[in-house]
C-alpha cells in the first residue's frame, strides 16, 4: 500500500524537483499527485512500497536539514546585502496593499472581539 511522503501544500516547486530527483536517484519507486482545483486536497509524493518508507523518510530528514541550512544561510546574505523584502521593503513598494491587508486585520479581530465587549457593556 503507498504511504505518503510529502504533502505538496505550500512546498515551493524546486523542493519538489528536489524531492523527486533524490527518490529517483536512490531507487524508489514513487508517484505524484496533483492538488484537486477546488483546493479540498493539495496532491502528494507517495512511495509505493511500504519497504522503502523508513529509507524514504530518511532521505527526506537529511534533505530537508540540508534545505533549510541553505535557506537561511540565503536568508541572512539577502538581509546582509539589503535584497531581502522586509515590511518597510514592502510598504515602500506597495502601499496600498500594505493599507488595505492592515484594515482587514483589524475588521477581523473587531468583529472576533465585538461579542466580548458587548456582552461586558
Known amino acids: 500500500m503507498s ?3 510529502l504533502n505538496l501544500r505550500n512546498v515551493a516547486d524546486d523542493e519538489i524537483e528536489d524531492v523527486t530527483a533524490l527518490l529517483d536517484e536512490a531507487g524508489i519507486a514513487h508517484y505524484r499527485t496533483e492538488p484537486s482545483p477546488w483546493g479540498i486536497s493539495w496532491g502528494g509524493i507517495w512511495i509505493r512500497d511500504d519497504a522503502d518508507q523508513p529509507r524514504a523518510k530518511a532521505l527526506m530528514a ?3 536539514q540540508a534545505r ?3 535557506v537561511r544561510a540565503e536568508r541572512q546574505a539577502a538581509l546582509r546585502d539589503g535584497t531581502a ?3 518597510g521593503s514592502l510598504l ?3 502601499p496600498v496593499f500594505v493599507v488595505l491587508v492592515l484594515l482587514g486585520m483589524l475588521a477581523a479581530a473587531a468583529l472576533v472581539l465585538l461579542p466580548f465587549v458587548l456582552l461586558r457593556g
Open 3 to 5: 504511504k505518503l511522503l
Open 62 to 64: 537529511e534533505y530537508q
Open 68 to 70: 533549510g541550512e541553505r
Open 85 to 87: 523584502e522586509t515590511f
Open 92 to 94: 515602500r513598494a506597495r
